[in-house]
């Protein structure tokens, strides 16, 4: 159990435009998903909670209207890059947490802006 | 201000013996710590966690202790194998939010 998905795997796009990332917990419901940011050998940074329903809750120093986020249902999160720029393109991973504190991730998605 | 810290990058160990990942936390609020296993462009799978009310938790080959007063956490791996061989991360939680450490890249040899 616990699986989580997230489409797509891989992108790649021009600056300027934007991108979509689904997330999606495939076996049980989550009231609650996480969206973080990982750099070549560098730390999971989480970017932003996001609760089933309502706005979603953004870390300091990351930009809102850049990165959408929707979370319409208890399976389904999505992530919105804006206007993607080169300095955007990174390694974008979603979580959904269980009943305890354990959160279950997704297989990420590789952004490379041109 | 790093809250969670592996001060280890990296960590090689033979086949058959013990593999032993360490943590540090600065912040006595949290309430939860986890162990995640990744590989390169994968998501983080969930390894063992152990609540701060808890100074140990054991599941198979994997035991997670917590030292409180150190503020300490490691995860023991026995016997490791090659197929242990990823980047290890320990995660404090907080109000729902988990803070990763650096990850430590985990080598065991045949």
């Known amino acids: 159990g616990a699986v989580v998905s997230q489409h797509p795997s891989w992108v790649i796009c021009k600056s300027g435009t934007s991108v979509k990332i689904e997330c999606r917990s495939l076996?049980?419901?989550?009231?609650?998903m996480f969206w973080y940011r990982q750099f070549p050998k560098q730390s999971l940074m989480l970017m932003a909670t996001?609760?089933?329903?309502?706005?979603?809750?953004?870390e300091q120093g990351v930009e809102k209207d850049k990165f959408l986020i929707n979370h319409a249902s208890l399976t389904l999160s999505t992530l919105t890059v804006t206007s993607a720029h080169p300095e955007d393109s990174s390694f974008y991973i979603c979580?959904?947490?269980?009943?305890?504190?354990?959160?279950?991730f997704g297989p990420g998605t590789r952004l490379t802006v041109l | 201000d790093q809250q969670v810290k592996q001060n280890s990058p990296s960590l090689s160990v033979q086949e058959g013996r013990i593999s032993i990942l360490n943590c540090d936390y600065t912040?006595?609020?949290?309430?939860?710590f986890l162990w995640y296993k990744k590989y390169p462009a994968e998501g983080p799978t969930f390894l063992i966690s152990?609540?701060?009310?808890?100074d140990k938790n054991e599941d198979g080959r994997f035991t997670v202790f917590l030292n409180k007063s150190a503020k300490h956490l490691s995860l023991h791996i026995v016997p490791s194998q090659p197929g242990d061989s990823a980047v290890y991360f320990c995660?404090?939680?907080?109000?729902?939010?988990?803070?990763f450490g650096q990850g430590t890249e985990l080598s065991v040899k045949p």
């Open positions: 152990i609540s701060s009310i808890k």
């Open positions: 979580s959904a947490r269980g009943q305890k504190a354990e959160q279950f």
């Open positions: 996001s609760n089933e329903g309502s706005k979603a809750t953004y």
């Open positions: 076996d049980f419901q989550a009231t609650t």
């Open positions: 995660a404090a939680s907080f109000r729902g939010k988990l803070i």
């Open positions: 912040n006595s609020m949290f309430d939860y």
